[in-house]
């Protein structure tokens, strides 16, 4: 299901918010290959660990992961075991206060906050934070170039974060 | 003294078996923050994480607060976190820097070193008021070895030296060598993990070669697809490498048969050949063609050091009991001082592929700890064996205990250790 492609006419701003929440519906229901397929060749995933304003180079992420990374990523939690995801995080997300912007070269800068609430063996867990995607624009779609997420507890104990974020 | 109350050792923990009772009782946890972490060594953190003065991080010490900063004058401080007044704590931050620490409740104001500089409208307190006699309470034995900060709230604990032994020593100068200075930078961040399960059982996970093809076959599997190489064979009971028992609890995996193969090897994740010929070069400068080849060969070996310490390669922890079935997890990966930049950038990305709460390999030795935790819940056979390789030690000539690397010499060197400091009399 791709919404965007319904509302060719759309502003830019509706049709990030499409893909937004296609990636967040995707994401939240384990469709481990589509999310995958979002994401461009050149794709950089970041989340930054103990803060916000980290050195992406010589400071330890949450993850940091190029295009290789991300497949080996969906190639163990799509091989069954993955223990962590046995059984699967139920996740449900929210995304909100979305705004873009067009960069050079046709790339389109969004901003958002997420709300992302997960339940697995009777314990709840909360993800909040913001998220900064730089989508590029390929034909009647977009695809992710490089995505960034602040959580507002990278500098906390965690535990299991394996689902996707 | 703070006897055991009913608490059975020699039942409890049987030289092939232990009981789990060690993993789940309050009664145990309490005794044990008591005996071992309150009375023996524990590992801190490491001088390279405060390289300047003014630098802090706030640390634990058997669940009490502690400051651990660089002073004034660049010596390393293990202070309570505790106003001398009336016990707010003076430090707030995780880390930072700063030049003083100063309560915020009345104002009273300590140097980096504890000292006591500033008490607001002092002429109120009596006249035997001794201001140099409060400052913030130091821990009172602190001592390292090639930086590793290791720490005691017994004053009559032994000699770091006598804790650690020659043998984990030899391991510590082994890995700070890695650095062609002689040292290591420990400003790249921290993973900070937690788990709902005992302290124990990542203790005994930390040099556990027989879980690696089950735990962590989904990075097998990713290896294999990547470099065409099998990395399974080299964890399995047909493997060359070994296990060490180092003596008071420590012990050591000798993962150098592993290396050879490359299993860490993923595409990408390996340093441009340029800037690895550049560290080779320093590294021979710096301590001979013999002991870089040495040194590289062992890259990638675990150590455990009783009770709290653990190295694997990337990495080195410190686990902090918080309860019974609570347990947190700092992981601490370093730099190599003198090593090129791309050298070290690339530590750090096959750290986090594997390691932290979103890796791909420690996520699930988490996952089971917690499932560890649940089963010990069966009370019917409450028992855990440790009976792995038993019959197959090996005396080696540097004085420790070998065994293969699927085998269980760890277990039972860790809970002989665990045995000796919750037994009867141990603290007389």
């Known amino acids: 299901m791709t919404i965007m492609l319904e509302r060719p006419h759309a502003s830019l701003r509706e049709r990030v918010a499409d893909f937004l929440f296609d990636e967040a519906e995707i994401a939240d229901a384990h469709r481990y290959e589509d999310w995958l397929g979002l994401w461009g060749q050149d794709a950089f995933y970041w989340m930054p660990c103990n803060d916000d304003d980290i050195d992406p180079d010589m400071h330890v992420a949450l993850i940091h992961e190029d295009r290789m990374g991300l497949e080996d990523r969906i190639r163990r939690l799509s091989s069954g075991f993955a223990h962590t995801q046995q059984p699967r995080s139920r996740i449900s997300r929210v995304i909100s206060h979305i705004r873009c912007g067009e960069l050079e070269e046709g790339l389109v800068e969004v901003r958002s906050v997420f709300n992302l609430t997960a339940f697995r063996r009777d314990r709840f867990e909360i993800f909040a934070g913001r998220q900064i995607h730089v989508l590029r624009p390929v034909e009647n779609r977009f695809e992710i170039v490089r995505k960034t997420v602040y959580l507002v507890n990278n500098d906390g104990y965690m535990s299991n974060m394996t689902f996707l974020i | ?428």
Not at chain 2, 264 to 291: C, Q, S, V
Not at chain 2, 367 to 383: C, H, K, M, T, Y
């Open chain 2, 1 to 428: 003294m703070n006897p055991m109350r009913g608490i059975d050792v020699d039942r409890l923990v049987q030289p092939d078996r232990v009981h789990s009772h060690v993993y789940t009782d309050l009664t145990i946890f309490e005794e044990e923050i008591e005996r071992i972490f309150t009375q023996g060594w524990i590992f801190v953190g490491h001088e390279g994480e405060i390289p300047v003065p003014g630098d802090f991080r706030q640390r634990t010490m058997a669940r009490q607060p502690v400051i651990f900063v660089r002073d004034q004058h660049g010596g390393v401080q293990l202070l309570m976190n505790r106003c001398t007044h009336r016990a707010n704590a003076v430090c707030h931050l995780e880390r930072g820097n700063q030049p003083a620490f100063t309560c915020p409740y009345h104002g009273w104001r300590f140097k980096l070193d504890g000292e006591l500089a500033v008490v607001p409208f002092a002429e109120r307190f009596p006249e035997d008021f001794d201001r140099s006699a409060l400052g913030l309470r130091s821990v009172p034995r602190v001592e390292a070895h090639r930086g590793f900060v290791f720490a005691s709230l017994n004053p009559d604990v032994c000699p770091l030296k006598d804790h650690l032994g020659p043998l984990v020593m030899q391991e510590l100068d082994d890995i700070a060598d890695l650095s062609p200075e002689g040292g290591i930078d420990v400003t790249a961040g921290y993973h900070r993990l937690r788990y709902a399960g005992n302290w124990k059982l990542q203790v005994e996970n930390a040099i556990d070669g027989y879980h690696a093809n089950f735990t962590h076959r989904t990075h097998m599997d990713n290896v294999r697809f990547r470099t065409g190489f099998d990395p399974a064979p080299l964890t399995s009971s047909a493997a060359p490498a070994r296990i060490h028992a180092l003596g008071n609890g420590h012990c050591r995996w000798d993962s150098s048969s592993l290396n050879k193969s490359g299993t860490r090897a993923f595409p990408g994740k390996t340093p441009d050949p340029g800037a690895w010929e550049i560290y080779l070069d320093a590294m021979i400068a710096a301590h001979g063609k013999e002991r870089t080849d040495y040194l590289l060969s062992k890259q990638g070996s675990h150590l455990y050091i009783f009770p709290n310490f653990s190295y694997t390669g990337a990495h080195f922890r410190l686990f902090q009991p918080v309860a019974p079935d609570e347990t947190r997890v700092t992981l601490f990966p370093f730099l190599l001082k003198g090593a090129p930049r791309e050298v070290n950038r690339k530590r750090l990305r096959v750290h986090e592929t594997f390691f932290g709460p979103a890796g791909g390999g420690q996520s699930d030795d988490l996952e089971i700890f917690e499932r560890n935790q649940v089963g010990l819940g069966a009370s019917l056979d409450p028992w855990s064996l440790l009976t792995r390789g038993v019959h197959l030690e090996q005396q080696e000539a540097d004085g420790s205990v070998s065994n293969q690397i699927t085998d269980e010499l760890s277990n039972r060197t860790i809970w002989a250790k665990w045995k000796q400091m919750m037994g009867e009399g141990a603290m007389a």
